[in-house]
């Protein structure tokens, strides 16, 4: 088995900023890529951010690029989500996963409720 957990979340007005950490835990995810997604009430869970094992391939949605930033620990177990310039389109449920293939994606955490303000 293995969990992930996520934290950082909160309420923040528009133009702030968050971080969060997404930590492994239960077993090592070694060589495996990760993930953010994000979803908002009503809508369907979207992708956010991957990076790679070894953080040198990162991928953005469109929605976020140059405003968000993704990361791994030096440990490898976790991974982290740095928010700026935070708009109330970015409300929503984040959730860390594992990229087990290319499209697909396990060991959801339970997610952190992220609320931007105008």
């Known amino acids: 088995q293995g969990q992930l957990v996520e934290s950082g979340g909160g309420l923040v007005q528009a133009g702030g900023s968050l971080r969060l950490s997404c930590v492994a835990s239960?077993?090592?995810?070694?060589?495996?890529?990760m993930a953010w997604f994000r979803q908002a009430p009503g809508k369907e869970r979207e992708f956010v951010a991957r990076i790679s094992w070894s953080g040198a391939t990162i991928y953005y949605a469109d929605s976020v690029k140059g405003r968000f930033t993704i990361s791994r620990g030096n440990a490898k177990n976790t991974v982290y989500l740095q928010m700026n310039s935070l708009k109330p389109e970015d409300t929503a449920v984040y959730s860390c996963a594992v990229a087990v293939g290319w499209t697909t994606y396990d060991y959801w955490g339970q997610g952190t409720q992220v609320t931007v303000s105008s």
């Open positions: 239960g077993r090592t995810f070694s060589g495996y890529a």
